[in-house]
């Protein structure tokens, strides 16, 4: 199998299992008890904490562990528009985002929130002017991702921030594909709450980071998971210090291998659409261009015609992409990120999206090529 779906999920690399081992056999201890093995557990989960802290730039304090980015945008937007000192009842929002904020954001209109999802350009971007116009006196939020699962636009988030801020409206921001991508720096943002996932940063699966606050403004949570008292009772429930600590490394190894990863895996997508445009002829790009700095790195989504990219997919044993975010794959309509964009039904379920990463390589894509190539022609309508 040939992984090119990295913005579903991404391998754990060995160095964090390696690092996450002794932490679930010999060093077992509850890090909230009190003898010697919880407090070596304890300290051991400050330590990676202040290495996320860093990574991200981010105030420590500011660090609540949750068990990944769907449960801290739950956190982030209930929590904070819920909060009993919190009157508003507006949150703006994006058509693009991720269903981890979309269905929060359904939920928060039950709750008697009105909501406002923002359009977007051609590329995905965000339209800025579109944010200003509908922000109002009773505006308690703004929902913006940082970087998009399905077509890679990355969001001018310090820009947002300020816009955010001028009108007093906090500005949270869904983070999870940004890291081992690009830089990202919480406290230089201005974002005020900021979510993270640790899967898709080559970490372990069910661990994230909400980051509440930045220094620079007051940011109150309701809880929305109580019992225990854990995490100034902001998010309850007994840490898992090897998930914490395998979050720590993946985290780290990101940061420290971006500049090398990044060229390179954007010469393997280049190889990657290149050779498949030579293919199959009538390939149309989604999202940014491919050269663009509003582009992930290594982020691929295209429409091929006359074909369903589910049909492509299951045709293609061996080699792993997507026709969607994964999430929402369980729903039967086609990507909501592509229509946002314009594109019409029927172009939307012929797309196709891949993720490239850190370990694929040219033979890999060469590979991949011939077999999306032979399985293409399979099921084309022209054959
Ligand atoms: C942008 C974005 N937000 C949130 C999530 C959900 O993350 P998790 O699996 O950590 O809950 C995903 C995963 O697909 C994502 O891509």
Redesign the pocket.
């Known amino acids: 199998m040939i992984y090119l779906d990295h913005?579903?999920t991404t391998p754990c690399d060995a160095r964090v299992v390696e690092t996450m081992l002794p932490w679930m056999t010999e060093k077992f201890g509850n890090p909230h008890s009190d003898h010697a093995m919880g407090r070596e557990a304890s300290e051991a989960i400050e330590q990676a904490l202040q290495t996320i802290a860093d990574v991200i730039e981010a105030p420590v304090d500011s660090l609540i562990v949750t068990?990944?980015?769907?449960?801290s945008?739950n956190l982030a937007i209930r929590g904070a528009c819920l909060h009993p000192r919190q009157k508003k009842r507006h949150i703006v929002s994006v058509a693009t985002e991720?269903p981890?904020?979309l269905d929060v954001l359904e939920d928060m209109r039950r709750d008697g929130f009105r909501v406002t999802l923002v359009s977007v350009g051609a590329d995905g971007t965000v339209d800025l002017d579109h944010i200003a116009r509908v922000i109002d006196d009773d505006t308690a939020m703004v929902s913006v991702?940082w970087a998009?699962?399905e077509i890679g636009t990355i969001n001018p988030i310090e820009l947002i921030a300020e816009l955010c801020h001028d009108r007093g409206v906090l500005l949270h921001s869904?983070a999870?594909?940004t890291l081992g991508r690009i830089p990202v720096n919480v406290i230089g943002s201005d974002v005020d709450l900021t979510?993270f996932?640790a899967?898709?940063a080559y970490g372990p699966?069910g661990i994230?980071i909400l980051v509440a606050g930045n220094g620079n403004r007051r940011v109150r949570l309701r809880p929305q998971i109580v019992g225990g008292g854990q995490q100034h009772n902001l998010r309850s429930g007994t840490l898992n210090p090897a998930a914490i600590i395998g979050m720590a490394k993946a985290f780290q190894l990101c940061k420290e291998e971006l500049a090398a990863s990044t060229d390179r895996i954007n010469a393997l997508r280049a190889q990657l659409w290149n050779k498949l445009s030579q293919k199959i002829t009538g390939l149309t790009l989604n999202g940014p261009a491919l050269d663009s700095s509003l582009r992930l790195p290594g982020n691929l989504n295209f429409s091929v015609p006359g074909i369903e990219g589910e049909t492509w997919l299951v045709a293609t044993d061996d080699v792993a992409f997507s026709t969607g975010?994964?999430?929402s794959n369980t729903k039967a309509e086609p990507s909501h990120v592509l229509r946002a964009i314009g594109l019409n039904e029927s172009l939307a379920r012929q797309s196709v999206r891949f993720g490239i990463g850190r370990h694929n390589t040219e033979d890999e894509i060469s590979l991949a090529v011939d077999r999306l190539v032979m399985s293409y022609e399979e099921i084309s309508p022209g054959r």
């Open positions: 913005h579903a068990s990944g980015a769907t449960e945008n991720h981890a904020v991702m998009n699962n869904d999870t594909q979510s996932s899967h898709k699966k994230g975010s994964a999430c």
